[in-house]
């Protein structure tokens, strides 16, 4: 509406469906016209999702914080003996999930754990097959592709054979996490002791493969540059085109508190974060679902992102430590009623999930 | 052509909106819309400059008997918040004002203290202008100009005049609220009505001092009547010219008896930034529009600059009344804070005096 050049062409582009190169999203990231770049994202979005925005009533588990990949950019993982480290037991478990399900509307569990570096693939999978067993009616969303790649690397089981039994114990879908920025440039700097790029990657193509959903994210803010940021979002949109398995892209802003990173990096503004969630939009041209997390984002940025692209606010959480860990200030857990109201001021149709997403 | 349609092509063509495109805009709720057209109003008023000032806030008093329902901050005397500066307290503040030099506005509002004369505020005035003769000094909402011509039985010019002389550079824009008797009566009975409200400013304009203007909003007010408003400050800007810049506060309920009483939330950064946006749009005799970053918290304010702002207000010292109905925002910031927050989304920051000059 307002813009000229280089822009008017993308925005041609995007108006026709024709998909974006590599050079558009670098001149899209470079560009500061924040609330064009929302309006050309919420275009795409009503074209692909509607007015519909998904959440969730769900509980999040992690298991233990103890971790043997000890990332720079986290807050959460800790080494056995240090203060705060923590491992439930399957007990520990079960209660959490009891409190939880108080609220009738519970649907999902999302278990994240850190790689606690004495337990079996066995253990981690025995949490899964009692908590299903307990309680058949709630969607397992669980593990990320680092989580799959430790479970495969510690029982010397293809990483489809960690899935397939994950799958037999009660697990429906995968989570998004872990991926980070997936070039091995930023991994061997920030994270260089999980899954590379190729195998996270791998571990989604191989879920896809089986007929497990999986979701993917982008944790961005760090040290990554823009660029990089454009050869991620590339990265998943081929593989999407190859496999179509995943459904919900989640920007994670980085949050440097009590990380390694605090000293050297600045947290993001919200208008990057609100910027990097429309081109991840306009990018994943093939992705259904893109997630607003409002424990990184803060509420009041994840609910204007309904108009940068975002379909999505994730869900109610139950109780939320990772991030928390890092400094979040946003609360620890939202009530339906607050989710419903977030959504309907925006104008949008809250819809819940079945925990899947 | 519907009405909403007729409000966009009147956005398109730059022509006024009137009540019925307004309220067809908000109902339609396209946020980005009235964020692209808001931020093209404002680079076509200020380009690509957007304002902020080094000032200091200084609340005289808490102690009110307007005690309205709104409020948080105000108390009755003898309630072990009450406070009241005497003249040598605010001697003593501003002696510690950092660097004075830097300084270019004070900003002095307060409640309606139940027992302080006239002369008392005039002396604070005095006293600021006497310490810091180079400051200008934006100081009063109409609410307490109303008050002093109570308690000082002089007519509203003539109050607006010995405040000039003690040396007010220019009147703040608070206590507008919403101007409807009908909302007024429910969330400040005591105080100034609609039509006074009006009037002072009107007045002030006429002898000179120019003024800002407000609007409360997200409480128990109709949309209808949060458009009337704006029409209401248009319309008196278009007679008199006097309105320097345009706030919106939206309603924190927290601590206030009219939150309880309603059961109030406050709106979200979605109706925040949205009202910004249209209001940028209705108000196209406004130059400046300010997101007042103690209210919005930081980030929010920064993107508020997407929206139509062009002001991010202060480097304010303490701030107390908007911090007494919780808001979470910390209550002093460095001039390199508020350029950085600037320059980030490609805007050029600009140190500006209560008139919007450059300093």
Known sequence: ?357 | MNCLQRAKEKISSGARLERDDILALYEDNDLLYLAEAARHVKESKTGKKVFYTVNRHINLTNVCKANCPLCAYQCKSGSNRAFTLELDDVAKILSQVPSPQSLSEIHIVSSLHPTKDFAYYLDAVKLVKKILPHVGINAFTPVEVVNFSQISGQSVAAVLSELIGAGVTSLAGGGAEILSDRVREIICPKKCSAAQWLEVMRTAHRLGLRTNASMMFGHVETIAERVDHLLTLRKLQDETGGFVAMMLFPFHPANTELGKTFDLRGVGSWENLKMLALSRLTLDNFAHFKAFWVMLTLPIAQLALSFGADDLDGTLGEEKIIHAAGAKSSTAITRETLEKIISEVGYQPVERDSFYNEV
Request: aromatic fraction near 8%; proline fraction near 3%; glycine fraction near 8%.
């Open chain 1, 1 to 357: 509406m307002f813009v000229r050049g280089e822009l008017e062409r993308i925005e041609r582009k995007v108006f026709s469906g024709e998909r974006l190169t590599r050079e558009d999203g670098e001149l899209l990231f470079a560009c500061k016209e924040l609330s064009w770049l929302g309006a050309l994202a919420d275009y795409v979005r009503k074209k692909v999702c509607g007015e519909r925005v998904y959440y969730n009533v769900n509980c999040h588990v992690n298991l233990t914080n103890i971790c043997a990949a000890r990332c720079k950019f986290c807050a959460f993982g800790r080494g056995e003996d240090d203060k705060g480290a923590y491992a439930m037991t399957i007990d520990d478990a079960i209660k959490l999930v009891t409190e939880a399900s108080c609220d009738p509307h519970l649907t999902g569990l999302h278990i994240v754990s850190g790689l606690h570096p004495t337990w079996s693939f066995e253990h981690y999978l025995s949490f899964v097959e009692t908590l299903h067993e307990k309680f058949p009616r709630l969607h397992i969303k669980g593990f990320t592709g680092v989580e799959v790649q430790h479970f495969a690397n510690i029982s010397g089981l293809s990483v489809e054979e960690v899935l397939l039994r994950l799958k037999s114990a009660g697990l429906e879908t995968i989570a998004g996490g872990g991926a980070e920025i997936l070039t091995d440039r930023v991994r061997n700097l920030l994270c260089s002791k999980k899954a590379t790029a190729d195998e996270w990657l791998n571990v989604a193509r191989t879920a896809h493969k089986l007929a497990i959903k999986t979701n993917a994210s982008m944790l961005y803010g760090h040290i990554e540059t823009l660029a990089e940021r454009v050869e991620h979002l590339i990265k998943l949109r081929t593989l999407q085109d190859e496999t179509g398995g995943f459904q919900t892209f989640i920007c994670f802003p980085f949050l440097p508190k009590n990380t390694a990173l605090e000293k050297t990096i600045k947290q993001t503004t919200m208008w990057d974060d609100l910027k990097t969630m429309a081109i991840s939009r306009l990018m994943l041209d093939n992705f259904p679902n893109i997630k607003a997390y409002w424990v990184m984002l803060t509420v009041p940025v994840a609910q204007v992102a309904l108009s940068f692209g975002a379909n999505d606010i994730d869900g109610t959480i139950h109780r939320e430590n990772i991030l928390h860990d890092a400094g979040a200030t946003s609360p620890r857990a939202l009530t339906e009623d607050e989710i419903i109201k977030i959504i309907r001021e925006a104008g949008r149709v809250p819809c819940v999930t079945g925990g899947n997403q």
